[in-house]
């Protein structure tokens, strides 16, 4: 099976930068788009970033012109640079992928453990 696994992280103050990467690995699998969301306490998860294969990428209006998504196909990792970055960007970021997993024959979306992000002085 299909296992996201993230790195990165942990505290930054505000203006500062983090790097969240995340690894797709496990069953032979064909990737659709990999993502990022966040959810901060007693809040929605909503959405970060998404990038396709082929580099199309959408983002948040919040994050738009500070976050940067890109992807190393190869390597079936996703990566989110994040700078400039504010108190309000404080949340547990999720990777996320949209993948056919041939094993077991279907398509659906993982995800990975959550990484903690944390802006503050």
């Known amino acids: 099976q299909v296992q996201l696994v993230e790195s990165g992280g942990g505290l930054a103050q505000p203006g500062g930068s983090l790097r969240l990467s995340c690894a797709a690995s496990?069953?032979?699998?064909?990737?659709?788009?990999m993502g990022w969301y966040r959810q901060a306490p007693g809040k929605q998860r909503e959405l970060v970033a998404t990038i396709s294969p082929h580099g199309a990428a959408n983002y948040a209006d919040s994050v738009t012109g500070r976050f940067t998504i890109s992807v190393d196909n190869a390597k079936s990792t996703v990566f989110l640079q994040m700078n400039a970055l504010v108190p309000e960007d404080t949340a547990v970021y999720y990777c996320t992928a949209d993948l056919y997993d041939y094993d077991l024959r279907v398509r659906r979306d993982y995800w990975g453990q959550g990484a903690q992000v944390t802006v503050s002085s």
């Open positions: 496990g069953s032979r699998f064909s990737i659709y788009t």
